[in-house]
């Protein structure tokens, strides 16, 4: 298992953006295909985007493609998401998660071995 630690979150008006950030410990970072969830309250966890180990495969929920965008630095063990075009239904508790053997993509929150303790976003209107 990996360390993870969210960090980026916070409140910002509909329109504007905020980046995510997810920092790994230890030296099998590239070894994970990493995710972003978020939790909605009351509700489970959903996938928002996933990154191959390489980064040359990425897949996202419906409802942010063309607004979020994932990315991954495996020389600094960290895993990014930036968010724009945000709107109040993208409200919710943002966590990353590290998946090793889950496949190239994983979308299931069981595929995911280790799981950062989330970061809150709110975007008022």
Not at 32 to 43: A, E, H, I, L, V
Not at 67 to 96: G, H, K, W
Request: glycine fraction near 14%; hydrophobic fraction near 30%; charged fraction near 20%.
């Amino acid at each position: 298992q990996v360390l993870l630690v969210e960090s980026g979150g916070g409140l910002v008006q509909a329109g504007g953006s905020l980046r995510l950030s997810c920092a790994a410990s230890g030296r099998t970072f590239s070894s994970y295909s990493m995710g972003w969830f978020r939790q909605f309250p009351g509700k489970d966890r959903e996938s928002v985007a996933v990154i191959s180990k390489t980064g040359g495969s990425r897949s996202y929920t419906d409802s942010v493609k063309g607004r979020f965008t994932i990315s991954r630095d495996n020389a600094n063990n960290t895993v990014y998401l930036q968010m724009n075009s945000l709107n109040p239904e993208d409200t919710a508790t943002y966590s990353c998660a590290a998946s090793r053997g889950g496949g190239l993509l994983p979308r299931r929150p069981g595929d995911y071995d280790s799981w950062g303790q989330g970061t809150q976003v709110t975007v008022s209107s």
